[in-house]
Each structure stands twice: as C-alpha cells, then as structure tokens.
C-alpha cells in the first residue's frame, strides 16, 4: 500500500482541519480503502464560540460526502463535552442519536455528522481516520479471521467484534479500548467491518493506517492469498442484446419500476461467475456493512429473475422483525447478477447506483478470492446483513429521498448527439434521469460527458457493422432501450433538381433516410423489451409539410422517414411502442449556421438577423433546446396514449398553417 503523504503538500495546509482535509483526501484515492462515501475521519480542536468561551469540538465526515473529493465544509462540528455524556448513555436509538448529533452541531448548516460520530469521539486522539480496507477485511471475513488478526498485529491494535454500526458499536469500541488499549496501540480493528488508526497528527494517523493496512497485505502474500491468477475468461463477441434487455425487463417487472443493467464488466467478473464454487462464496454475504447499503441483497446466480424474487421475499417474511416495508411495497429485485454468460452485472434504480455496485463488488470478488484462498470466505449472519440492509438510518433517507426524476432507471439513444439538437435532446434527457447513449460520426462525442449515465460512441451509422456493435455495447452499458431519437442527418449545399448529382442523393438517403430504417429494425426487439413500453421520437423537419426549392434530396428523405413512422405506429402499437414526429423549422444554433452563413441567408432575404431568426407567425426564435424539450417530453406520460403524431416546432409558418 503506497505511503502517498506528500511534505509540500502538506506544508500548504494553513491549519488542523486543512491537514484533516489534506490526508482524508489521501485515503480517499485509495479504492482499497474506501469507496464511495464509505470510510469517516475526524479533528479533535478546541475553539472559542460566539461567547469567547473554549469549547472541545469534533470536526467529523459529514454523511454525503466522499473522502476523496472532501472539504473543510464537509466536516461537521459537534461539541465533544455532549458526545462523551452520551457515550456513557446504556442505550440510545438510531433516531435518538441522530437528534442528538444535528442539535449539538455548532454550524447550523454543517451536514448530518457520520453515524459513526459517537465512536470517533470517544477515541482519546486529535485525529482518527477508519477505512473498510479490502485487505483487512478480508481476513476478518475468512476462517480463523480473529487468530490471524491476533498474529498479525499483536497488542498493537484494539480487536471489536461484529456490531451494527450505530450507538452500540461506538459504546463496545469505548469499552474494548478502555479495557485493551496499551501504550503500544496504534489501530482497532472491527470484525467483518474495518478499521481505524489514530494520532497527534494529521501525519501519524494516516502513516498508521498505510502502515496497519500494508502488513495485512504482507500477511496475505506469505500465505499465498495476494496474487489472484489472471482471469482466463473471455467476454463473447456474440450479440447478446436482446438477451441482456429482456433480463432487464425481468428484473424491472420484479422490482416494479426501470431498472438499469450494466453488463459491461471485463473478464474477471466473468471469470469469478464461472467459478465451479460459485453457489457457494457468492451467497454467503457481503464483506461490510458500507457494502451493503450499496449493493443490498446477495448476488442471483443465473437469470431466474422471478425465482430470486419469490427466495428473497421469504427471506424477508423470516428476518424482518418489524415490518418497516409492506410485503406489496418491497423490491425484491437483485442488485448484482452473476451469470456464465454475461459475467457481472449491476443493477441499480439509475446509471450512478449501478456503477457503483459495479464497482464495489469488483472489490467484493477480489475479497472472496482472497478470503477463500486463506481457508475460506466467513461472512456475517443472513440477519446481520438483513439488519444493515433495512437499517432505519438508510430507510429514512430512502423516505426523504426527492421523488424519483420522470426516466429513472430508463435508456435513451440519441443519434447525432455531438452538437445541435441531438446534444440538446441528450441534455432534457438526462434532465430527466435517462441514462443516455448518444452516438454521432464526431469522435468528440466520446468526450461529451464524462458521467456515469451517458456513454457517447463514435459511430457511421450508415455501417450496418459498426452499428450492431456500437449498439452492443450501449445496451451492455444500461441494459436496453426505452426511448429512441432519431436525429441524425445532413443538410447538403441547395441544388435544384436539374443539378443534383446521384452521388449526393445516395449519400443523403443513406444517411438521412436507410440508416434510420436499419435503426428502427435493430431497435425494435430492444424497445419491445422496454418495462414502460418503448418510444421513438423522429426528428423531422418543416419541409415534410411544406418543402422548399433546392432540397430535394433532404426533403425526400426525411418525406420518406415519415412515412417510414407512420407504418412503424401501425406495425409496433401491438408491442406497446409508440413513434411521434417533430417537425422543426429554422433552428439556428447549430453547428451548420455560422454567423456568416447567417448574416448572408439574412442579407439574401432583406432581413436582420434577429427578423431572419424569428421569421415565423409567432415571430419567436426556435432553438435546438426547445425541440429537444419537446422530443423529451413526446417520451413522458404526456404523450402516452399519442402515436403517430406529428408536431410542428417552427414559431407557427404559413405554409404548414
Ligand atoms: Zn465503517
């Protein structure tokens, strides 16, 4: 484990709590340390409030924030004086504790101090840091987990059993240290959760955990657990689309809402899926509490959605004590799918849970591994994790959670999403909460976003070949597709027909009229498979309508396209698809109009450029957003019983009036 504490860096932090930012940000970019959110740091200080008096207060991860990204504003300030009262309390409930966590918080803004608060204050350090280190928690998660604990570390760390993370495990941490600390310790080790390290400094603290954390990696090498072999398996190149939405359809019917499935992991999960012990080291249970917050239940093994769901509503009637969700309410659906086919899949309510699953339990496997090569993954009780997963912390925030966004858990592909109105439509759908695949000829669509629910791939769609693929791996990316945009297209030079040469007619066609027929075919089997039923929105133009002199390829085509939908509302209503039309006039911002090309259009008609862009009945000016706020909202609930529509977005023009 690399030391990455940095002297010059260091040297720049101005006072305790920067060098509290300074290291959290330190473990924070080790992802064997932490994960998302995961892991909690704390300062000891003593400042003067308002009233000029000296008071203790412990600065702790405030919950929301990640260690990596952390700053001063996400530490909460809690008064130390009340926090050690109430770790002498003999009892204190989840929401007790948390009332009495954000009312003695000397920033009223601050946010909701970690659930781990209680404990780091009772640690007698000005700086303690805990990390879910996957190398530590690896042996406490393996057979004989607390003798090799004990070899390891000698008296040199505090050993806590198993307890939920709350109250009672801050009040049993306070005791252990109480009864077991020496001069000598320098850490605490929690079974199957973590670990924690502390000192005077900033500097001591942090070298104390890369120091504890290595020699748990040491100890694995010498007993032959550090290397995983190479995995031998490799990802098919076959066409597995289909397949994969139709999964996702199962597990979105099981869980009552869209689901996305990433199915794009590598070799190792596929791999790991094959072990021929599978069955067994997959379901024994995760390897800490913070993982299952993140990815829930046990793995399905295999895509019998609906068994999974009746195995795990009975588990729920056996270890639900109290009923927090109503058996009609619960999701029973999978949130990590381990198949021979596909290898690991994760599953998630929108693109930024499934990602994180995903990689949570890539570390997960590297554990089991691990762990099994030690003599054997020992995971906590099926109650223990039950207790986590309903914990009423993370159910209260579930409940206080926004109302979910209008596309959550659904896909869309936009063509032509590099710039213009494809790149609007990508943006009012991921608005939304789409996850959005936009394909588009420019390479700069690959790094138009880089966020977890948008996936660009650099595509000629008129290369049957190149599409099949690219469609692939966006549906491997999220599981299927919902909502399809069609937008993609060329506007050539005006040529009357006299002068139109074939070559650009072909070239028109092909892109701006064929590729949208083998779209439409390529995607049907996916939007069939789409748990709200699949949407097509075409984006059309004015000169279906009404065309003009000099466009006579553009207007065919897209005259044909339209037909094309028309046929397609008739041919896939059955399936549940609807297809609607939008018909656009004179949207200027987009890349093809330059202020150049537009100042000599306007010139060309005797008109400003303000009259040449509002030169419509309405006299407003269209833009790319507008049509795309339209194209998104044909793919909601407005437009659910709408097939077969066709609706002008041009400022109202004579010619279509
Ligand atoms: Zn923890």
Known sequence: ???????????????????????????????????????????????????????????????GWDLETIERGGFSPVRMEHLLKLAKLEALSDPQMVNELLSHMTRATAPPPSVETILHATLPYKYVDHTHADAVVTITNSDRGEDRIREIYGDTVVLVPYVMPGFDLARLCALKFAEESTSETVGMVLMNHGIFSFGDTARVAYERMIELVTKAEQYLVEQGAWALSASTALPSDASRRVEVAELRRALSSAAGYPMILSARSGGKGLAFACRSDISIVSQQGPATPDHVIRTKRLPMLGRDVEGYASDYRAYFETH?????????????????????????????????????VAEIYDHTMDIISRATLLGGFRALP??????????????????????????????????????????????????????????????????????????????????????????????????????????????????????????????????????NLVLMRECYPLLKAAPHGGRVVIIGS??????????????????????????????????????????????????????????????????????????????????????????????????????????PVDGGNERVI
Request: charged share 25%.
């Open 320 to 356: 639900s004590r109290q009923a927090k969700v109503p058996l009609t309410m619960l999701d029973p659906a999978p949130r990590v799918i381990l198949d021979m086919e596909f290898g690991l899949c994760a599953v998630g309510r929108n693109a930024r849970d499934a990602a994180i």
């Open 1 to 63: 484990m690399r030391n990455l504490w940095n002297d010059d860096e260091a040297g720049r932090c101005l006072d305790d709590l920067d060098l509290r930012v300074y290291t959290s940000r330190l473990l924070g970019q080790d992802k064997s340390l932490v994960l998302h959110g995961g892991g909690n740091t704390s300062l000891k200080v003593r400042e003067p409030n308002i009233l000029g008096e000296e008071e203790d207060i412990l600065y702790v991860k405030g919950s």
């Open 382 to 515: 099926a109650q223990d994790i039950f207790d986590v997963e309903y914990w009423d912390l993370e159910q209260a925030k579930l409940r206080k959670g926004d109302k979910p966004p209008l596309f959550a858990g659904e896909v869309a592909l936009v063509t032509g999403a590099a710039s213009g109105i494809g790149k609007a439509c990508a943006d009012s759908l991921l608005a939304r909460g789409a996850a959005v695949i936009g394909m588009d000829i420019d390479s700069r669509i690959e790094q138009l976003y880089r966020r977890p629910d948008f996936l660009g791939i650099a595509c000629d769609l008129t290369d049957e070949e190149a599409l099949g693929k690219a469609l692939e791996q966006g549906v491997r990316a999220f599981g299927g597709l919902d909502m399809l945009i069609l937008n993609a297209g060329i506007f050539p030079a005006g040529q009357r027909i006299g002068e139109l040469e074939t070559a650009t007619w072909r070239k028109v066609m092909a892109i701006n009229l064929d590729a």
């Open 542 to 647: 004015k000169n279906v309508p009404a065309p003009g002199p000099g466009a006579a390829a553009y207007s065919s085509a897209k005259a044909a396209l339209n037909q094309l939908a028309r046929v397609a509302a008739l041919e896939w209503g059955g399936d549940g698809i609807r297809i609607n039309s939008l018909h656009p006039n004179a949207v200027f911002d987009t890349a093809i109009w330059s202020d150049e090309v537009l100042a000599s259009r306007a010139k060309h008609y005797g008109l400003s450029i303000d009259e040449y862009k509002t030169n419509n009945v309405l006299k407003v000016e269209v833009k790319s957003r507008d049509v795309a706020e339209l194209a998104a909202e044909m793919c909601g609930p407005l437009f659910a019983k709408t097939t077969a529509a066709q609706v």
